[in-house]
């Protein structure tokens, strides 16, 4: 899974990446390998983006959902860092 959306965005409002890569200023590759999720614009192009079709810029990237994630939390990591620095002090 990629970070963005726009090749299902580019595709609901008909987007050429040509006319984006013009715009931008890039070949159009760079803009296939964003569409790809191969490379991620930045923060301030896909705001750009966003802007040029008039829609909320949280439309371009993937939804997260961490209900189900197993990974560690910062505050679980914070703990450990704290128990790893207690035990070098003693």
Known sequence: MGLN????VFKKYKVRNRIIAKYFN?????ISKWVNNKRQPTI???N????????DVRLLLNETSWENETSETYDE???KF?????KKAT
Request: hydrophobic fraction near 35%; aromatic fraction near 0%.
């Open 82 to 86: 704290k128990k790893d620095a207690d």
């Open 26 to 30: 890039k070949s159009e590759e760079t």
């Open 5 to 8: 959306r726009l090749k299902e």
């Open 44 to 46: 301030e192009e896909l």
């Open 77 to 79: 990591i914070k703990e």
């Open 48 to 55: 750009l983006i966003a802007k040029l079709l008039r829609i």
